[in-house]
T-cell receptor, first 113, second 108 residues
Framework: DVKVTQSSRYLVKRTGEKVFLECVQD?????MFWYRQDPGLGLRLIYF???????EKGDIPEGYSVSREKKERFSLILESASTNQTSMYLC????????????FGDGTRLSIL | KNEVEQSPQNLTAQEGEFITINCSYS?????LHWLQQHPGGGIVSLFM???GKKKHGRLIATINIQEKHSSLHITASHPRDSAVYIC??????????FGSGTQLTVLP
């Protein structure tokens, strides 16, 4: 079974802090994704990566950056956290083909105070 | 207008009822996904389909490409089916676009 592990289930940070969310997958997947999920808006893509050191902006990249130094790990960085970044963050991975399903982590509920 | 619309937003059913969740999309797609999210956050992929119908246990997913519409059916519903059900459309060479989800509650 594919395992996608997010480092924290719950996280509380303060405005202005630099925040790191970590995601690790164990299936040698090429593609990894970061989403945020807000009530009424569904999942929205922040960034994705199709290979080590490669990244592409999603629909809402502003205020975020990502890092993929190793194939199994994809990090989401909030450079200077703001209250409007309070949300549920979900990481996913997928193999090379678009026809394969995405596998999701359990999510990190992030609160910015 | 969202590219992917789900209805209803909330659905409450009695155990044993037949359930239908609808998904409409406004763009040409290469595939339509149905996902399930349980309380606590974890998301599981249920189906990916580009035509016709797929069945897995008590779950059935159908898609009508001409009408740009897909349905997820649950037969003999059970309280453990209570979850958020999400449809997502894949446009060619694009990433998934998600609906806002349907919260299903099945009462014993």
């Amino acid at each position: 079974d594919v395992k996608v592990t997010q480092s924290s289930r719950y996280l509380v940070k303060r405005t202005g802090e630099k925040v790191f969310l970590e995601c690790v997958q164990d299936m040698d997947h090429e593609n990894m994704f970061w989403y945020r999920q807000d009530p009424g808006l569904g999942l929205r893509l922040i960034y994705f990566s199709y290979d080590v050191k490669m990244k592409e902006k999603g629909d809402i990249p502003e205020g975020y950056s990502v890092s993929r130094e190793k194939k199994e790990r994809f990090s989401l960085i909030l450079e200077s956290a703001s209250t409007n970044q309070t949300s549920m963050y979900l990481c996913a991975s997928r193999g090379a083909s678009e026809l394969q399903p995405q596998h999701f982590g359990d999510g990190t509920r992030l609160s910015i105070l | 207008k969202n590219e992917v619309e789900q209805s209803p937003q909330n659905l409450t059913a009695q155990e044993g009822e037949f359930i239908t969740i609808n998904c409409s999309y406004s763009v040409g797609i290469s595939a339509l996904h149905w996902l399930q999210q349980h309380p606590g956050g974890g998301i599981v992929s249920l189906f990916m389909l580009s035509s016709g119908k797929k069945k897995h246990g008590r779950l059935i997913a159908t898609i009508n490409i001409q009408e740009k519409h897909s349905s997820l059916h649950i037969t003999a519903s059970h309280p453990r089916d209570s979850a958020v059900y999400i449809c997502a459309a894949r446009r060619p060479a694009r990433q998934l676009t998600f609906g806002s989800g349907t919260q299903l509650t099945v009462l014993p």
